[in-house]
């Protein structure tokens, strides 16, 4: 093969997958909502979600278990096998399985059916073929629909590992907005790592304060500006007023903008030259929402305001890398 044909080749892989996943998204019908509500019910009698499957479904089983727990359904995966050996004990009869075997005739999954049936479990059978036995032995039948693997030979899992995975997928989002699990929910189980900074900080946890915010009034001096973003070792001012309320906000930028443009001198009055009712942060918003903001309006310098409107702090956008946040 030359490069083009591999490049090629390759695009058919992406082709046949793509539309692999546009039939199983055209297929959602009765099936998805009875899964969805069957879960949700499950998990609201205080019940779990065990997933099984056998194979590369069992590397599916894993991955849409753990999107489950990480979004508050309760979930663990159930290696078919070895649940014949002991491992039936992970269940009780409060809990729902959920069964992956694209062709349904899986071996280790059948057997494993009859076995959760006497624990009281009502089974959620996630297939291709509707009329295999996997699907008749199964309370709630989820299809998969793709039309054809990528494998040349049909064979290896492929497009069906991508469809099912991408079902789980919807599974697990859909119930996020019934059990109407929030971010700070999602903080609570990711602590580590970026995403649980993001989550778990506010904006007072990351913002500057004290002598390390410049703060001068309206008729204070261009002058005057620039010494106290100096002495902060800041990149803007904030103009307050007597109340501590946020008036606006002048930028070394903008200084050197005017200065060019011929519109300012160093005894300007700051208060004719900021940028009037400037963007703004309350300090108790989260830090994954302060993020949004810098990255929605392109700016480098945040007001932080608390919740009666005065100023306490700011925070600069070269800071974030220090808590890890960029």
Do not use: W, Y
Request: hydrophobic share 45%; aromatic share 4%.
């Amino acid at each position: 093969m030359n490069d083009r044909q591999i490049i090629d080749r390759a695009r058919e892989v992406f082709d046949t997958e793509l539309e692999g996943l546009r039939l199983t998204k055209e297929s959602l019908g009765n099936g998805f909502v009875q899964t969805v509500r069957l879960l949700f019910d499950t998990l609201a009698a205080g019940g779990k979600i065990v997933v099984s499957g056998v194979g590369k479904n069992l590397h599916i089983a894993e991955k849409f278990s753990a999107s489950l727990a990480s979004t508050g359904s309760t979930s663990v995966v159930m290696n078919p096998i070895q649940a014949m050996h002991g491992d039936l004990g992970i269940v009780t009869e409060n809990d729902v399985l959920v069964a992956l075997s694209f062709s349904g005739e899986s071996d280790e999954v059948i057997k494993l059916i009859p076995a959760v049936r006497r624990l009281g479990l009502k089974v959620v059978g996630v297939v291709g073929n509707e009329q295999s036995t996997l699907a008749k032995l199964s309370d709630v039948v989820l299809p998969v629909k793709i039309g054809k693997e990528a494998c040349p030979f049909g064979m290896a899992p492929t497009t069906s590992t991508t469809a099912t995975l991408a079902l789980a997928d919807a599974v697990a989002m859909v119930l996020i907005d019934l059990h109407d699990f929030r971010k700070e929910n999602f903080a609570r189980l990711h602590p580590a790592g970026a995403i649980g900074r993001a989550l778990v900080l506010r904006a007072r946890d990351i913002m500057r304060s004290g002598e390390h915010v410049a703060r001068v009034a309206p008729d204070a001096s261009v002058m005057d500006a620039i010494l106290a973003m100096t002495k902060s070792q800041s990149g803007s001012a904030l103009v307050v007023g007597a109340d501590d309320a946020l008036l606006g906000i002048f930028t070394d930028g903008d200084f050197r903008r005017r200065l060019a443009a011929g519109e300012c001198t160093l005894a300007s009055p700051v208060g004719a030259l900021m940028t009037r009712n400037p963007v703004h942060a309350r300090d108790d918003m989260f830090a994954v929402e302060v993020l949004r903001i810098f990255e929605q309006r392109k700016i480098d310098d945040l007001p932080v305001l608390d919740a009666e409107g005065k100023v306490v702090g700011c925070i600069d956008i070269q800071d974030l890398p220090k808590v890890k946040l960029m």
